[in-house]
């Protein structure tokens, strides 16, 4: 038998078929793993799958079944977008924590600032705990002796929080 010798492999046991030596699955889908099989038959289909594994030189196999497992699993996830919505996803993220990285250096700035020439005036405390940033209510670009990036995303959905006795900005 094409798995280990004494089963099937994985796809051979889903499709029902005797599995033979040569058998292009058996290597990629053990038969101590059958839902890895499983999920990628349902979303391109054991066919499809074939061919495009024949395609490859044997050393790529192995790195296109754990992407194509990969694309099902997000597919199965979120059949419309697959894994282009997780991509997202994670983009969207890294954008908002770089957009609170920058909030959070501008702030620390006008701190050093503020410490080296006391001339500054000292920043207005928040009213309420919903109100944005210093920076981002205010626009304090006098202290600030830096061009806003253009990569940062200008998402003002930010809440001050505290956290180990200072005040952190958060979505």
């Keep these: 038998m094409g798995g280990n010798g004494n089963s099937p492999c994985a796809s051979c046991k889903l ?21 890895k099989f499983a999920l990628v038959h349902k979303v391109f289909g054991a ?5 495009m594994l024949q395609e490859l030189p044997i050393q790529q196999r192995g790195d296109a079944v754990n992407s194509l497992v990969y694309e099902a699993n997000a597919r199965v996830r979120d059949p419309v977008y697959g894994c282009v ?4 996803y994670l983009q969207s993220q890294v954008s908002q924590l770089q957009m609170q990285l920058a ?35 205010n626009n304090v ?13 200008q998402d003002y959905s930010l809440k001050k929080e505290p ?6 900005v958060s979505s």
């Design 15 to 35: 499709l029902r078929r005797r599995c033979a030596k040569e058998c292009i699955f058996a290597p990629y889908f053990p038969s101590d793993d059958p839902h």
């Design 47 to 51: 066919s499809n799958v074939s061919k």
């Design 85 to 88: 919505g997780a991509i997202s």
């Design 103 to 137: 909030v959070a250096q501008a702030e620390i700035l006008l701190c050093i600032q503020m410490q080296q020439d006391p001339a500054i005036p000292p920043a207005p405390q928040l009213v309420d705990s919903d109100d944005k940033s210093f920076f981002l209510q």
């Design 141 to 153: 670009p006098q202290y600030l002796h830096f061009a806003p990036s253009t990569n940062v995303i």
């Design 163 to 168: 956290l180990f006795g200072h005040d952190i």
